[in-house]
């Protein structure tokens, strides 16, 4: 367990250099992050490379007993290199190039940008790579951010089609794939398929979809490049990357795949105010937060869901490279951060899996486009509260590594996968539907009932698991049946969500009966399905414990064929189902199919978070998996081993019953104990 700091020593006057050095010895940090902006003052002129100010920083910061992470400066190409290749510039899908004067205006695809990011890169590596002081590095920063994912250039067409030709084989198998003959798309020659641009009023699902995993593939290609340049200019080092939560444009499985481990940016109260449009509950006045939490805490419960994806990026701990220390500068509102806040956010990333943490950034910027950011120092190089913050996480230490060396084991866990997610924004049927969405649904519930939940992708080991939710398997084909099947042979529950087994993997409707190839392991056939407009439900009723009431928003009705039904529609108004329902007695809302030693159940409806809950606590009592269904709304508990942890976010005092045991917390503040 250590901390560290993101620092910018070419921000800075060198001769304050070591009175930085020495206030960061004071807080305790080991780590110091430097260089991922700084190409410009790297490679001032083509070929020109000043390196004499960085190793006078690593010497400074390096004798100050801090090891030193470097960043590769790719995410900013100097003003020399976009002025005479423009061509390197990203193209929107309006066909509009970005310009010099902001970071991740390159192409992924350029090679005349890939040949000069190998050469930055080299001579970093030649200069540093063996370097005992330098531990690790960070490849470019943040990729995709700004909304960069995808280029449209002729660089990107070009590759996209050699891309679909790898992978299709035959212009006969894509135009299969992708449904060509409607509206008279079918391609004869591979140089007539473009990006599907905003020149397209609508665009070919499948075309589409394609378009996305290619443009992620750009980046998990990009960075391959620079692994391998590194892994052989600096052995024994870590490389990593900086990733961004709950970001949904690239499969961030995929990009991990090739690092040693994962960090990834944590700003609490600036990453809610991005994904809460899609993760709050249909019809929920998504434009404030919970009012539950105290105002400057952020959304725990999402910011435990980012920490969960990044965790399960490589299915181990993780560090944060960014966290945040006060209030930042690109949220809606950026609310002052109180004394406490920023101690409560760390123990809370620990708790999730950090087991390192670099803040950001050492001190407030006067320049240029970051100047309102908070840093542990202010802008005039004084402490602000995050430094305060530090000296208290300093007396908390032993305590923390206890934390961070208990296990880190979950029961549940839930299948994310980015094919899906991608599937469902382009053709959502309803527009307010979102996979996200949908899925916050199930891990809310589980986090709400101090449940540890894992997000994993299909592919994972799924056997350590007593409880699986897909909560949306929306691709489905014979092998994710199989994977699937084998997780609940071997004697695991699997939960089921809706609009499951719907497309193909080339996002085609299945011409199967739903849910498609997952209909066997399922048990059911899904006999109809809607979209409900808000004022419209269907009552329903079960044996469950709570689990009753109204299903709302989206309803499927199942019919049984080797399943049991656990809970049923009730037909007091059978008009409110759109298909014919003749020979459905009672159209069944929650099946259960015994699999050999396990068993699936399918949900019909998107639950409400009081169903959730419900559900969720008989299937954990069943499985023996503990729970505490009386946790205070705003209060987050972990168990890690012999280790308990309890979080209020909020500004009350909280009463936490464990056991037979009731704790007290006091507003914003935290319980450790054995």
Known sequence: MKFGVCYYPEHWPEERWAEDARLMNELGLKIIRMAEFAWAKMEPKPGVYDWEWLDRAIDLFANASMEVVLGTPTCTPPAWLTRQHPEILRVDGNGRSRNHGTR??????????????????????????????????QTDNEFGGGKTARCYCDDCAREFRVWLEAKYGTLDALNAAWGTMFWSQTYTDWSQINPPGDDINYKNP??????YRFSSDSYVSYQQEQVELLRQLSPGRFITHNFMGLYLDLDQFNLAAPLDFITWDNYPTGNPDRWRQILYPPGADATRNDPVYAYDVGEPIVQSMAHALMRGLKQRPFWIMEQQCGHINWGSLNPGIRPGTPRLWIWHAVAE??????????????????QYHSGLLGHDGRPDVGFRDQKKLLTEMEQLKQLTSAPLDASVAIIFNYDDLWTLQMLPHRQDFHYLRHLY?????CLRLGIGVDLVPDTADLSRYKLLIAPTAHLADAALAQRLHNYASGGGTLLLGIRSGFKTPSNRVTDQPLPGALRKLAGVTVTSWQSLPPGQAVPFRSEIAGFAGEATYWVETLGLE???????????????FAANLSGLEQPTALAENRVDRGRVLTLGFYPTPAQARALLQHLASQLAIPSLPDLPAGVLTYQRGDVRLLLNFTDAPQTVTVGTTSHTLPPRDLLFYR
């Not at 192409?107 to 330098?134: A, F």
């Open 206 to 211: 499948s075309h589409l979809l394609d378009f």
């Open 441 to 445: 649904a199930y891990y809310h519930a």
């Open 353 to 370: 899996g950090a087991d390192h943490i670099i803040y950001f950034r050492w001190r407030a910027t006067l320049m240029a486009q970051e």
């Open 104 to 137: 991740r205006h390159y192409c992924p695809n350029s090679p005349v940008y890939r040949k000069y990011s190998r050469q930055i890169i080299t001579q970093m590596g030649l200069r540093y790579g063996q370097d005992e002081r330098i531990v690790g590095w």
């Open 562 to 576: 080797t399943a049991v039904p656990l809970a049923s529609y009730e037909l007091e108004r059978p008009d409110r």
